[in-house]
Each structure stands twice: as C-alpha cells, then as structure tokens.
C-alpha cells in the first residue's frame, strides 16, 4: 500500500508522549514528515524523533509551551522553515485540572484557558498561513465537551466545549479554501496520565461499553485519517471515539 501522506508536513503539538507521541509516529509511518512541540519532556521528544527516523521517517521536536504565544508561532515558522511546507496542525497539547467550581483557583484556570484555548487558537491562526488546497486542522478534544460523569471537571469541560465549537466555526471559515477542520474526541485512553489499571479506571471501565481502555495507537489511527486525501468530504465533525463511554 502506498504512503498516505506522502509529500505532506504535519506539526504535532505536545508530541513528545502519551497521545501526541502516537499521533507524530502515526503519522510519520503513513509517509508524512513531522514536526512535535514539547515543553518539559526533551528527552522525550528526542526518543519520539529517533523512533521515526529509525524508521525511515523525517522529523523535528521544538521546545514551545503551547501558553507562550511567541513560542507557538515560532514552532510553526521553524516548522515551516525546516520542513517546507505545513499541510497538516494537529492541536493536541492540552493540560487538565479538577476540582469543585468553588475550589478552583484562578492560576489553575488561567493556565487551562491559556493552553487549551488560546494555544489552539494561536496555533491555528499561524498554521493557515501556510496552507492550501488539502490542508488539514485536527483538533485533539474530549468526550467531557458534553458529557460529564463525575463532579471537578467542569473547567476542563469548558475548554474542550471551546474546542467542539470552534472546530465547526472554523470548518465554515476555512471551507473555501480547501482546508478541512475537525475535532477527535477521545474517551478514556490508556496513559501515563490516565492509566488503564487501578482504581480509578476500572470505576470508569463500568460504564465503557466495550469495558476497556482505548489505545492511543487506535487514537492516532483516526487522525490519521482525518489528515488523509480519503478524509476531503469530513469537516466540522466532532467525533467521538470512546468505546462506548457516551453511548
């Protein structure tokens, strides 16, 4: 089978583990060269990018904490610098915190709309600078946009109900220029965030329909998709992939 994305250029933000890791390797595998944002986690990044070349890939990892408005646009200036070209955005850095509405302190939100607000936008609005017939925004988002199981999420939740609607704005806006926008929103995925063992998740593994975790590779498999020619007619989609969880 031929590579998918070949010829393409796909930046990653917060590609350097979990979700973004999987996505950038998705990716990479399917022909497209990638470019990953990391802000703590060097070491990280650099095994992501050894992972892909060793595998006949291309790719770059760019220190860029998706709060730092400057360091966003210049992670997708160097992309675009080092790689030529921008075809595909994958926002999917993003942070969570939890807590009851009367307990959250302003820091905690500043930084969750700082990161999966503004940093969204701010890297969306540089990315389509570059891009053209074909391209691709995909958001990584959650199920919490409009479901919400159990108390101290709901600042989470509305950041990620930013995301649902913004993705169908932007579809609407960027329709005539060839460029497609959609949101992936995972249910509960098997990370070093969330893991798949312990008490917490198997709570959570009750109401799954499937009654398991989802793999971050199934994750990156439907984004890789979306970035696909195969994809042209899917924009404004909100899609939900959580075995079940929402059902």
Do not use: C, W
């Not at 583990?17 to 990953?36: E, P, T, Y």
């Amino acid at each position: 089978m031929g590579k998918t994305l070949a010829g393409k250029v796909a930046l990653v933000t917060g590609g350097s583990r979990g979700l973004g890791a999987a996505i950038a390797k998705r990716l990479a595998h399917d022909g497209a060269a990638v470019a990953l944002t990391y802000t703590s986690s060097p070491q990280k990044a650099d095994e992501v990018v050894l992972a892909i070349e060793a595998a006949g890939g291309k790719a770059l990892a760019l220190a860029a904490d998706s709060a730092n408005v400057e360091a966003v646009k210049h992670a997708v200036a160097e992309t675009v610098n080092t790689l030529g070209r921008l075809d595909i955005l994958v926002n999917n850095a993003g942070v969570g915190a939890f807590a009851l509405i009367d307990q959250f302190s302003m820091d905690e939100f500043d930084r969750l709309i700082a990161v999966n607000v503004k940093g969204v936008f701010v890297a969306t609005q540089e990315a389509i600078r570059h891009m053209g017939e074909g391209g691709r925004i995909i958001m990584i988002g959650s199920v919490n946009s409009d479901s919400t199981p159990f108390a101290g999420i709901s600042v989470y939740a509305l950041t990620k109900g930013a995301i649902a609607s913004f993705t169908r704005g932007l579809a609407r806006d960027l329709a005539p220029r060839g460029i497609t926008v959609n949101n992936v929103q995972p249910g509960p995925i098997d990370t070093d965030m969330n893991p798949a063992e312990g008490d917490f998740a198997d709570g959570l593994k009750k109401i799954i329909a499937l009654g398991r975790y989802g793999q971050s590779d199934e994750v990156a498999g439907l984004v890789s998709y979306l970035a696909s020619p195969e994809a042209a007619f899917v924009t404004g989609a909100n899609l939900k992939i959580d075995g079940g969880f929402t059902a």
